[in-house]
Every structure is written in C-alpha cells, then in structure tokens.
C-alpha cells in the first residue's frame, strides 16, 4: 500500500509539476498550448500562476537531441523549485514525434541532493488507467486564431499570434522567438502563464548516470528526511 502511495506521489511530483492545467497526469508531453520547435540550447522560463493567486516558476528548456526510430528526438527539461528542500529539482523527457503528436519515451528525474532515476514508463499506468502519453504539437489544431497582438510580459515587449482555444478552455499568445513552444502568455480558467526569461544558454543540469527508479529506497529517502 506504501508503495502505491509513493509511485502516485512521485507520478504526481515528476510529471504533474503545479502548472495547474497547463500539464497532465502521466508520462506525457506538458499541454504547453503553443507550437513546438525546439533548438537545442534554447527554452524559457516563466511566471505561473495558480487558482488561489499563488505564484511559482519554472525553466523548460532544449537539452539534447537523439534519434527515436529514425526521427529527431529531443531532451526537454523542466525545473522548479522543491518545496520540501528548497533546491531545485529536474526533470527531463526524451520527447518524439508520432502520428497523435509528441510523446514522452523516456523520463529521467533529480531532486536535490540525490542520484538521477530513470522512471518505468509502463509503471505510470497505474490501478489499470492508461495514461494519456501524446500531446498535440500545435496549438492551431485545437484553438482559432483571434489575430496578432503586441503584448508586454517580464520578458519584454512582443509580436504574438493570439489563439483561443475552441473548447473555451483558454487562451494562448505564441511568437516564433520563443524555444520550444513558442509560447509567451496563457491565460486559463484559473490559472496563467506568462515568459519571464528567454533562455538562449540552457545546459543539462541532471549529473551523473541515471539509476533505475527504486520506489523502496524513495521511501527509505523520505523517511530519512523526516526524521532529520
């Protein structure tokens, strides 16, 4: 039963990340709502915020590049601040193309302080639920184009095409200057994003060589912070 509960934490921890509706549950791609083109070196970081006005941030950037059954693959990495350590934490995806839109087929994570761990893909189909594990790559096969808009965010001043999603899900303002999505502001039921940083440096910063994840020695892990 401990198990279970660390696997769904952890599933919730590495994949989920708070951005609200901005990503799902499960070893898939964020639903970023922009238009994928990643370049290595490249990403972002922006300014999130919650239903409850709470603020947190987050870097998404293009790490590496590796072929996945003949086609152009890419590492994209996700940072954020652990709230339990204070430090931060990484994950990052081997992302794909396929015919239903990018898919996450392999997943590497680091908290702080710790070895990197190599999640089980299979083993985030959890108590018989598929997960979800494609993302659309582009925001215009879901959301209607309202126009292009200049929009000032932390980041600076830009030129955006603005789209609204057909389901009324939310919006999204997307600009061809911004890795790997492109996006630059969203707004959703109850939540947003808007870029604070353009990241033309990014770096891979998950050390050392991954181990296979060990939900035991997590639990063994986090007991012993507990109790420190």
């Known amino acids: 039963m401990k198990t279970k509960r660390v696997l769904t934490l952890l599933a919730v921890l590495a994949i989920a990340l708070p951005l609200s509706a901005q990503m799902g549950m499960g070893p898939r791609m964020p639903d970023m709502s922009g238009i994928w083109h990643p370049v290595v070196g490249t990403g972002a970081a922006y300014e999130m915020t919650g239903r409850d006005g709470t603020k947190s941030q987050m870097e998404i950037t293009i790490v590496g590049k590796e072929s996945v059954n003949g086609k152009d693959g890419y590492w994209m990495e996700m940072a954020m601040a652990n709230p ?29 302080g710790q070895d990197p761990m190599e ?7 959890m108590g ?13 096969d879901k959301a209607e184009h309202v126009g292009t808009e200049t929009i ?4 600076g001043t830009f030129s955006c095409e603005h789209y609204r999603m057909k389901d009324g899900s ?11 999505w492109g996006l630059v502001k969203s707004q959703g ?3 947003s994003m808007v870029l604070a940083k353009a990241i ?27 109790g420190q």
């Open 170 to 180: 939310g919006e999204a303002w997307i600009s061809e200057k911004v890795a790997p």
């Open 128 to 140: 018989g639920r598929k997960m979800p594990q494609s993302a659309p790559s582009d925001i215009r």
């Open 189 to 191: 039921k109850d939540s």
């Open 152 to 155: 000032t965010v932390p980041a």
């Open 84 to 112: 339990r350590s204070g430090g931060q934490m990484y994950v990052k995806n081997l992302i794909a193309p396929t015919d239903n839109g990018m898919t996450s087929v392999r997943m590497v994570m680091q908290q702080p």
């Open 200 to 226: 033309t440096d990014a770096k891979d910063h998950i050390t050392g060589t991954p181990k296979k994840f060990d939900p035991m020695q997590m639990m063994r892990d986090r007991a012993g912070q507990q």
């Open 119 to 125: 999640m089980d893909m299979s083993m985030m189909n």
